[in-house]
C-alpha cells in the first residue's frame, strides 16, 4: 500500500512518550509554515545538527549563556572561508563587544598566525580612539626590525602631549629629522 497523508485539526496536540520521540521525513519537516506564530522549546541540552548551512533570520536575536563557558567557533579547511561578524545599515547604530570580567584579560582580540588590521574608514573627526580611562595604554612589539612600531601620520602632524613630561629611552642612536623646528 502507498504511503496517505495524515491531517490532524485540533485545538491542541499534546504527544506523549515514555521514550525518544523521533519525526522524520524523507523531503522536509516544517513548523508554523502558514502562520507565523511562536515556538518554543524547552529542554536540559538542545543539540542542532545539520549537514548543510544554517540560517537564524528573525527581527531581533538574543543568545544567552550562564554560568559556563560559551564559544562560537568556525572552523575553516580552505582559504577565502572568512567568518564575519558584521552591523549592516547606514544607520547611527554601533557594533559593541563588552565585557564585564574583572580579569587582566577581559577582552581579547587574539591571532596566533596571521596580522591584525584595525581600519576607520570614517570622515574627519571620526576617530580612532583608544583610551585608557584609568590605566596605562601600552604597545609593544617584538619584532627585531627598523619599524617594529611605527606611527606614521600619512596628511598630518603627530602630536604627543604629556602632563607629567615625555621619557624616550633608546638603546641605540635616536635620529630625529625635521624640516624645521618650532
Do not use: H, R
Amino acid at each position: 500500500a502507498a504511503d496517505k497523508p495524515i491531517d490532524i485539526d485540533a485545538s491542541t496536540l499534546d504527544i506523549d512518550a515514555s521514550g525518544a520521540l523521533t519525526i522524520d521525513s524523507a523531503t522536509s519537516i516544517t513548523i508554523g509554515g502558514t502562520t507565523d506564530n511562536p515556538v518554543t522549546i524547552d529542554s536540559s541540552t538542545f543539540a542542532l545538527d545539520a549537514s548543510g548551512a544554517i540560517a537564524i533570520d528573525g527581527v531581533g536575536l538574543s543568545i544567552d549563556n550562564a554560568g559556563t563557558e560559551a564559544n562560537i567557533t568556525s572552523t575553516s579547511d580552505a582559504a577565502g572561508e572568512d567568518f564575519t561578524i558584521a552591523l549592516a545599515g547606514a544607520t547611527d547604530s554601533s557594533l559593541i563587544l563588552s565585557s564585564t570580567g574583572t580579569g587582566v584579560d577581559a577582552l581579547q582580540i587574539t591571532t596566533t598566525a596571521g596580522g591584525i588590521d584595525i581600519t576607520n574608514g570614517g570622515a574627519s573627526g571620526e576617530d580612532l580612539d583608544i583610551i585608557g580611562a584609568l590605566s596605562a595604554v601600552n604597545i609593544t612589539s617584538a619584532e627585531a626590525t627598523a619599524d617594529a612600531i611605527k606611527i606614521d601620520a600619512t596628511a598630518g602632524q603627530v602630536t604627543i602631549d604629556g602632563n607629567a613630561g615625555v621619557n624616550i629611552d633608546s638603546a641605540a642612536d635616536l635620529n630625529v629629522t625635521a624640516v624645521g623646528i618650532e
